[in-house]
């Protein structure tokens, strides 16, 4: 009825405003008709709004106070940030304002990640022989004490703690490295190796190819499978949105502007540290290294990093680890391949997977991937050894 008279009302005014309306003959019947058809109107909202509907066309039309369905159909509205995010996000800005400046004597820290001693330090003595003064080593050993062969390699090692595969102990230890080794102001490159990780190219490739590209190589790609977003927590929200958990390599090479970025971050570090683990939602896991840099430069420098590693891995062989070269693998087409991949593949865990292959660009040239590869086996030293200068010459 309520609707009824504010018809009337309206077409009163209505009527009045019109210059001349007086001199009209005012309506006579009332359409019936229209009341009738009003009326239907009326108590057709008023049933969608008492009754909660089910579908989705009904929510668009009605918006009943149970139907969560329209929030759905509308833009999402954009959260109001916290003081710990907006604080996150102008360091985040100042830091990657900052110049890159590379000198003559800027460095390449490469920092390795193992639990005892590295089994290729001699390949590795070979590959810096004669660039002194272009790097630097620093060492995380979790278990043992190392013992080594290489000059390069003598009291090299920073404080160290044990290290669980895929749980925050393992980010521990890279902060440790980073922070160890921002403390040398030429470094201006920060790489993470393994202790089965051995070069594919020579000193001076590397040393170009790292230093004067204008992306870091933290590697990020979105998997919305249950290995990928699957293993988002639910506690890491509002900070980390669902949509923008990502997954990676935990090997990169990145900017030392990225680097004190990564050492500036305790907010998005400490959701990973306190939710990124098995127990903490049913039945969840979640693998800190693989989540926690991918997503921390999704969300706030994208467009700073390539999304793929220089570390290559074959997984290939659909296991939970990645296949490791044996001394019998090792030969010169085998390097001449792994160099030649200029092309990287992402396997997503929904379903029996999806694959996608994205060309590696090198600002804005294409070029082989790869200047790392893993995993070897340490009886391959010899080999590798005989191989390095040829396979480091003949495709640089
Ligand atoms: C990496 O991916 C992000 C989106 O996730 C994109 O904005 C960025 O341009 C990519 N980097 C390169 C070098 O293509
Ligand atoms: C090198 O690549 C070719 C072509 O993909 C393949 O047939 C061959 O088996 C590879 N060799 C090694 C040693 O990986
Ligand atoms: C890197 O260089 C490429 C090619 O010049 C360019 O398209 C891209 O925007 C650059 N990226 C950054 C982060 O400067």
Known sequence: MKAVKGWRLCGTSYMQSLPGARHRAPPTRKPLWILAVVSLITMFVIGAYVFPHHRRAACYMFSSKGCKGLTDWLPPSPRELSDDEIAARVVIREILSSPRVIKKTSKIAFMFLTPGTLPFEKLWDLFFQGHEGKFSVYIHASKDTPVHTSRYFLSREI?????????????????????????????????????????????DYMYNYMMYSNVSNVDCFDDPGPHG????????????????????????????????MTMADSLYYSKFRDFCGPGVESNKNCIADEHYLPTFFYMLDPGGIANWTLTYVDWSEGKWHPRTFMREDVTHELFKNLTSIDAVSRVTSEGTGIVTWTQCMWNGIKRPCYLFGRKFHADALDKLMDLFPMYTSGFD
Not at 171 to 196: G, H, K
Request: net charge positive; proline share 5%; glycine share 4%.
């Open 159 to 203: 404080r160290s703690d044990e290290v669980v595969w895929g749980r925050i102990s393992m980010i521990d230890a890279e902060r440790r490295l980073l922070t160890s080794a921002l403390r040398d102001p030429e470094n201006q490159q920060f790489v993470l190796l393994s202790d089965s990780c051995v070069p594919l190219r020579s000193f």
């Open 229 to 260: 977003i699957g293993r988002h927590m639910d506690h890491m929200l509002p900070v980390i949105p669902k949509e923008d958990f990502r997954k990676g390599s935990q090997w990169f090479s990145m900017t030392r502007q990225h680097a004190v």
